[in-house]
């Protein structure tokens, strides 16, 4: 699987951004999709995931209430909804596929994306 995030951007906190990762090569439906963040001089962050179906999600909690996961199988596309966005939430953030059923660790997706840059000021 192949996978190409985007929209990220400089966003003042507060602000919202929606973040899309494109999936090709391999059956989309067939994965788990998770989102991750890493900041510089920081591990890689699991911020949320959906079930291949999208009937099931999980949040880390320093997001649940502001982001929210979503996927549209007929596009091959995750997406990632970020309100009220604050400074601590500044990183580069990831998409992630794996074999359901979804996970909170990194070693639990196969294949990654390059990352899209999510910088919020103060």
């Known amino acids: 699987v192949q996978l190409q995030a985007s929209g990220g951007g400089l966003v003042q906190a507060g602000g919202s951004l929606r973040l899309s990762c494109a999936a090709s090569?391999?059956?989309?439906?067939?994965?788990?999709m998770g989102w991750f963040r890493q900041a510089p001089g920081k591990e890689r962050e699991f911020v949320v995931a959906?079930?291949?179906?999208?009937?099931?999600?999980y949040y880390a909690d320093s997001v649940k209430g502001r982001f929210t996961i979503s996927r549209d199988n007929a596009k091959n596309t995750v997406y990632l909804q970020m309100n009220s966005l604050k400074p601590e939430d500044t990183a580069v953030y990831l998409c992630?596929?794996?074999?359901?059923?979804?996970?909170?660790?990194?070693?639990?997706?196969?294949?990654w994306g390059q990352g899209t840059q999510v910088t919020v000021s103060s």
């Open positions: 090569g391999r059956t989309f439906s067939n994965y788990a």
């Open positions: 992630a596929a794996g074999p359901p059923p979804i996970r909170v660790g990194v070693t639990g997706y196969d294949y």
């Open positions: 959906i079930s291949w179906s999208g009937g099931s999600t």
